[in-house]
C-alpha cells in the first residue's frame, strides 16, 4: 500500500506534480539560510566518526566544511546547512560501503539529539512521539522536511530534502537513505529491536549493480515512486512506550519549546527578511514594502543586514534561486509559469538571473537533473 502523499519528485525520479504544487512547494521551504550557523554539530559529528571507523581521517572528513576537529568536539559549536552538506559530499567521496548513508543513520540512537531525543525517550503515547518528532524535527534534522501519515492500518515518514542547490541525485539519495536508517533505528529506541519497516519507496531509479537493498533495508525497496516514504504497521503505535514519565515529558517539552525559540531568535533579521520575502515571492515584494512590514527604517535595514554579512538582494536572490531549483526539479510547470511565481516580470530576466546562479539556462539545468541518476549509475 502507498499512502497518499502528492506527486514528489527527486531528481532522477519518476513523477512530477503540475503547477498546482507551487503553494505546497514554497510553503515547505525554511526561513533559514543555507550559511546561517544555528544548527548542533551533531550530525557532522557522527558522519566524521562513521567515516573514521572507515580508516579516513578526521580532516578529509571535514575538507571545505571550514570546521577543524577540536572545534566539532566542542558543545558550544554551532554550524550551517552549507557545512553538513559539504560534509556529506565528502563521505560520498571517502567511503566505501555503498550503503554508507543508511548504515550510519542506523548507527544513530537518541542520545546523540540531546533534549530531543530525551523528550521522545520519555513520552507516554507512540503517536504524541510521532507529532513531537515532527513538530521539532528542525531541531534534529535540518535537511529534509518530515511529515508523518496513518492510513487504514499503515504509518509512514514522508521524508522530502529541501532544494539545496548542490544536492544533486546522489546526495540527494544520500539524505534520503540516512534519514531512513535515522527513523529505523531511533524506533527501536523506543519500540524495542524487534522493530521492523514494512516497506520504503523513493523516488530516485535502483543504482546498477546495487542488488541488495532489501537486505540492507530489511524491508521491500519500490524504486521511483511518488515520494520517499518508509512505511511500518501501525499496530507498533498501539503499544505503550517502555519509558514513558508524563511529569519528565512535559517538563523536556518545555525545554524543547525553549531550544525552537532560541532556534528562530538565531535567524536574526535576515531571517525574518526570509520569511516575509518567502510568503510574498510571486508580488513583487521590494525592500522598501520589507521596511514597511518590519517597521525599520531602510538605511537601518540595510545596516543591520550588512552586519549580519548579507544584503537584501543577497536574501531575494537565494531564496528565488532554491525556489527555482524546487520547481524544476519537483514540478512540470513550465519556464514562464516559474518566472511569474519567483516575481519576475519577463522571462528573459529569469533566465538570466538564473544563468547567473547555476551557469546554464533553467531547460538544460532541468534536463541535467533528471538524466543524473543514469549518468551516475553509468560512470
Not at 550530525?43 to 557522527?46: G, P, S, V
Not at 578526521?58 to 572528513?61: K, R, S, T, V, W
Not at 518508509?230 to 504497521?233: P, T
Given at each position: 500500500m502507498m499512502l497518499a502523499a502528492g506527486n514528489i519528485r527527486s531528481p532522477g525520479g519518476a513523477r512530477a506534480p503540475t503547477s498546482g504544487a507551487a503553494d505546497e512547494i514554497v510553503g515547505a521551504m525554511t526561513a533559514i539560510g543555507w550559511e546561517q550557523r544555528v544548527f548542533p554539530a551533531a550530525?557532522?559529528?557522527?558522519v566524521v566518526d562513521a567515516l573514521s571507523?572507515?580508516?579516513v581521517a578526521?580532516?578529509?572528513?571535514l575538507r571545505r566544511t571550514d570546521i577543524t576537529l577540536e572545534q566539532l568536539r566542542s558543545p558550544a559549536i554551532l554550524v550551517s546547512v552549507n557545512q553538513v552538506i559539504e560534509c556529506y559530499r565528502n563521505a560520498l567521496q571517502l567511503t566505501r560501503d555503498p550503503h554508507f548513508a543508511f548504515n550510519t543513520g542506523l548507527n544513530t540512537?537518541?542520545?546523540l539529539y540531546?533534549?530531543?531525543g530525551f523528550a521522545i525517550l520519555s513520552s507516554m503515547n507512540f503517536r504524541e512521539t510521532m507529532q513531537f518528532a515532527v513538530r521539532y524535527h528542525e531541531l534534529a534534522t535540518p535537511l529534509v522536511k518530515l511529515r508523518f501519515l496513518e492510513e487504514a492500518g499503515v504509518a509512514a515518514w514522508m521524508i522530502d530534502p529541501?532544494?539545496?542547490p548542490a544536492v544533486e541525485a546522489r546526495l540527494y539519495r544520500f539524505i534520503v537513505e540516512m534519514q531512513f536508517g535515522v527513523h529505523v533505528s531511533l524506533q527501536r529506541d523506543v519500540m524495542g529491536s524487534a522493530f521492523r519497516p514494512l516497506a520504503a519507496h523513493v523516488t530516485y531509479e535502483a543504482p546498477a549493480g546495487e542488488n541488495d537493498y532489501e537486505k540492507t533495508f530489511g524491508c521491500p525497496v519500490a524504486f521511483r515512486q511518488s515520494a520517499n516514504c518508509?512505511?511500518?504497521?501501525a499496530v507498533w503505535l498501539d503499544r505503550t512506550p517502555p519509558l514513558g514519565n508524563e511529569i519528565a515529558y512535559s517538563t523536556v517539552i518545555a525545554l524543547c519549546d525553549d531550544l525552537h525559540d532560541q532556534l528562530r531568535n538565531r535567524l536574526g533579521l535576515a531571517g525574518k527578511v526570509r520569511s516575509l520575502l518567502l510568503a510574498n515571492l510571486g508580488r513583487h515584494a521590494s525592500l522598501e514594502d520589507v521596511s514597511a512590514r518590519l517597521e525599520i527604517p531602510i538605511r537601518t535595514l540595510r545596516r543591520k543586514l550588512h552586519e549580519e554579512q548579507t544584503s537584501f538582494r543577497d536574501i531575494l536572490d537565494q531564496l528565488r534561486a532554491e525556489v527555482a531549483i524546487r520547481y524544476l526539479r519537483d514540478t512540470k510547470m513550465t519556464i514562464d509559469d516559474i518566472a511569474h511565481a519567483l516575481g519576475f516580470s519577463e522571462t528573459a530576466n529569469f533566465r538570466h538571473a538564473f544563468r547567473r546562479w547555476k551557469q546554464t539556462s533553467p531547460l538544460e539545468y532541468r534536463r541535467r537533473m533528471f538524466d543524473a541518476s543514469r549518468q551516475d549509475d553509468q560512470g
Open positions: 550530525k557532522i559529528a557522527h571507523a572507515e580508516g578526521p580532516e578529509d572528513a540512537h537518541l542520545a540531546g533534549m530531543y529541501l532544494p539545496h518508509l512505511q511500518f504497521d
